[in-house]
């Protein structure tokens, strides 16, 4: 089993920065992509980047340009730089870890606002 714990959220304002953390740990040699999610009240969840173990990512078109994902396989680590945000980027934000046999392990989430 995985498991993934986020942090670094937070409060801030319109065209500001924040970087979130995800530390996964567990069975973490099965880990294959890990991600970001995020909800905003009455939305569903929606994909937000990607990374895989090899450092291909996958951005949503939403934040393609503002937000950045990296990933360090040694400390099993994965961050979401946030830069440029909108009020739109406002929600609880998940780090995902998805394993070579596409099962997913959820952080329990962290929350972003965005004052505009």
């Known amino acids: 089993q995985v498991q993934v714990v986020e942090s670094g959220g937070g409060l801030v304002q319109a065209g500001g920065s924040l970087r979130l953390s995800c530390a996964a740990s567990?069975?973490?040699?099965?880990?294959?992509?890990m991600g970001w999610y995020r909800q905003a009240p009455g939305k569903q969840r929606e994909l937000v980047a990607t990374?895989?173990?090899?450092?291909?990512?996958y951005y949503a078109d939403s934040v393609k340009g503002r937000f950045t994902i990296s990933r360090d396989n040694g400390k099993n680590m994965v961050d979401l730089q946030m830069d440029s945000l909108k009020p739109e980027d406002t929600a609880v934000y998940y780090c995902n870890a998805r394993s070579f046999r596409a099962t997913d392990s959820w952080g329990q989430g962290t929350q972003v606002t965005v004052s505009s």
């Open positions: 990374i895989t173990r090899g450092g291909t990512t």
């Open positions: 567990g069975s973490i040699f099965s880990i294959n992509v």
